[in-house]
């Protein structure tokens, strides 16, 4: 039936829509009820599959929307008539490009998950947990679909509260560690952060529902969109403050300034998790939230300008930190926010298929370049200190190592691509990737929005190219540390390669990453698809002069990267920085990532657990203490009134009698 | 003064002093001899009041069955007489005749002097009462209580029996 | 031809010396037989009432009464045995251990 319904392309699957939220749903309530029984081996098997069915659905939506492009809304559910708000799937083409990213990126993620987890597990000492992390990641799966494919920011708001959960979830799985393995409640903490400031974040997302339905009086997409016009003539600083407040809500989402500080603390998760929700899918939420509203912003020119600053400025300034950080997944962290600015910047333009198309780019090169960390990560530990089933004996260390050896530390590797050569050269592709050097996919990406940014403003433009710059200049700085030179410790001389359903998963996104530029180049298909739901967009093509400055920077930058790290790479773990000498304070600076956390505590945080403890004072002083005294007036009140229970069944039949009594002698009365 | 009248007055001095015996006795089959006499005299007063299917069902309910369930009891528990006057809250005693006796007053001044005549018995209606009058209403218009009152009958020997299963086996 | 009155004075008169024996009667079946006297109290009422309006419905409720104090009865005789063979007593004021 199926079959002959894709052959014909008459019929359509939209009805499928809501199966993308169900099939993981299911997987994990799965998982849930059964995770014991069925064993590592089964848990995973569920949960690929159920994340996999999934993306079969989004497969299945794109399909039908080829034949009808216009798209279509599957309603399922009434939820709150009053205000006229369901449970709608909207199925347009730019929601499925989104579902067809979480769908097939997540699935790669899980099935890679379902190996790195194995060794995860058993290096923190608790096998048990392995259900537990595939029953978050489905969830995660399932909350960003709903994410993505609502039909009302209400049911937009949903899914993004659902993914942040997963995300604090997933950050503090291994809670009672710090990303060291010591126990500690780092990870808790970073857990805590990433939930604090995305709810910031969220508060303004709320105050700008709750503005938009005072003043469009729904939140259903199409029917805001369709009063934008009106609006905007009848009462334009209205719009002006919904889109601020929406990009507030971005700013936390997405991790942009200033909100930004959660996403690298956030790497305390597991890799998959870093791969999956801070890199390739969850944190671009907001960019696929302004562009979903792009209605709205295109009728504020100035809330188009703030978002394309904050995501230039956020583009560079997290570049810089990148610049001076040494754990590798804090690199890649930091290279995540610098690239969610550039998409931020892109939205800000107007360059909306730009921004999706870098979108679709960064998911496939940051989610290989996370999981190859995660491959280096795991390798070295499995070097360090060896499971049973490597060789090993049980809690054994190798003694050879470095004092303070930490296998995320990028001074401690050198030379792993003899060692590990699968994800040596997969690594390199996706670093290459993210460069900019052609033809891989972000030089086309990252060149339509930096060749957008030029014909539509000079700061951001200027800002964009530094930061390309400094991209190129950090990755170089990364691969030319942990993979060329000489191994720096034991652990990196005797790095074990990663089992199949890694590297295959590698290999795969290596393979996106080269082709994805086959989107949009050398037709603009990607730019034709999206037109269907965000209007006619100009397609910027390939700007030779733009395209060749940017790959020239790429390549000049990462010359640069190995003059300084590949020529004469590191001795030892402790020598320093050779960027330290000649930049000084400034090198200090990106070292500390610009002493941000700091300023936070010192001007937000700290005053506000002053305030705190007062309150908490206040609490323990007064409230509690009326609540106390009133416990203890009652408990002293109503031990006097028990004697009246005298246990004697005739005294409680006198006391009724005289309440009967007295109760007729007043009607008597009366 | 009509015999009527005269008839309820003897039956109502019987049924007061029966009572008063029941309430005053120290003997427990004394005790209950004396509430049989209340119910009898309570069945003659339901046939002036013509309702003779309901003494016919006081007589074998009330003063067969339940009194014989009484005895049964006795029978079980023996004729013990206690202190009536003693007791860990004697207190109590003259205060409940004192609540009781003003009750009582504070009633027949009501029905004597407030109420107003609440009309006249009117028996003679033929039919009236009927066991075939009763069960055409019950059957209708309270045939759903009825039917509930035969599962709370059930329920109640249900729960007598396995109240009493271990005295039975002994 | 009686009035209605005397009849519901009667039927208060044997309530109130129902009430008594449940209020100063220690032995628990006397304690039993003054809640069977007040409900036949409550049944004159009924059926005294039921005449005066020449509606049967009162007479009905009369037979309601009869059937749950027959279901009352045995279950409370019941319990009373029960009661009796644990503790060898017939004071009702022998138990009150449920005090405040």
Known sequence: MFFSEVTNQAGTFFYLAPWAVFFPVIGLLFNMAFGRKIGEKGVAMVAVAASTLSFVVAVLLWLSLRAQPEGTVIPLASWMTVVDVSWAFRVDTLAVTMMLVVGGVGSLIHLYAAGYMHYDVRYKGDPGRYGRFFVFMNLFIASMMLLVSGNSYLMLFVGWEGVGLCSYLLIGFWFEYDTKGNLSTENAKAGKKAFVANRIGDFGFMAAMFYMFTVFGTLNFDKVFAEVPAVASANPHALLIITLLLLLGVTGKSAQIPLYVWLPDAMAGPTPVSALIHAATMVTAGVYLVARSHVLYDAVPAAQHAVALVGALTALFAATIAVGQYDIKKVLAYSTISQLGFMVAAVGVGAYVAAMFHLIAHAFFKALLFLAAGSVIIALERAHHPLPEDGGAEGEHHGNDPEGFDPQDMRFMGGLRKVIPVTFWTYLIGGLALAGIPPLVAFFSKDEIIAEAKSADALVYWLLVTAAFLTAFYIGRQIFMVFFGEARSHAAEHAKESPWPMTSVLVTLAALSVAGGLLNWPRPYLAEWLGHTLGEVEAAGLNPVVAGTSATIAVVSLLLAWWLYGKRPLESAGQPDPLKRPLGWVFTGMEAKWWVDELYWAVVLNPYVALSRIAAAFDVRVIDETVNDTAWLTDFVGGKIARWQTGFVRNYALSVFVGVLLIFTYLLWR | ?170 | ?100
Request: aromatic share 10%; glycine share 8%; with cysteine.
């Open chain 3, 1 to 100: 031809m009686v009035p209605t009155n005397y009849l519901i004075i009667l039927s208060a008169v044997l309530f109130l010396i129902g009430v008594a024996g449940v209020l100063v009667r220690r032995n628990v079946l006397v304690v039993y037989m003054s809640i069977e006297l007040m409900l036949n109290a409550a049944n004159l009422a009924f059926a005294a009432f039921a005449s005066a309006f020449g509606a049967l419905d009162g007479q009905i409720a009369v037979f309601f009464v009869m059937t749950v104090a027959a279901a009352e009865v045995a279950v409370g005789l019941a319990i009373l045995v029960t009661i009796f063979r644990t503790r060898q007593s017939v004071d009702v004021d022998s138990l009150h251990q449920l005090k405040g």
């Open chain 2, 1 to 170: 003064m009509s015999i009527d009248l005269l008839v309820l007055l003897v039956l109502a001095l019987i049924a007061i002093g029966a009572a008063l015996g029941m309430l005053f006795s120290r003997n427990v089959v004394y005790a209950l001899l004396f509430l049989v006499l209340v119910m009898l005299t309570l069945a003659v007063l339901y046939l002036i009041l013509g309702a003779p299917f309901l003494a016919l069902a006081q007589v074998t309910v009330y003063a067969g069955a339940i009194m014989v369930l009484f005895l049964f009891a006795v029978m079980v528990l023996g004729t013990h007489s206690l202190d009536e006057l003693g007791g860990p809250i004697g207190w109590q005693r003259p205060w409940a005749f004192f609540l009781t006796a003003v009750f009582l007053i504070e009633v027949v001044y009501a029905f004597a002097a407030r109420v107003g005549k609440l009309g006249l018995l009117s028996c003679a209606e033929a039919g009236f009462g009927s066991p075939a009058a009763i069960g055409k209403l019950l059957f209708n218009q309270y045939l759903l209580p009825f039917e509930v009152t035969s599962v709370l009958l059930l329920a109640a020997t249900i729960g007598a029996v396995v109240l009493t299963k271990d005295v039975l086996s002994e």
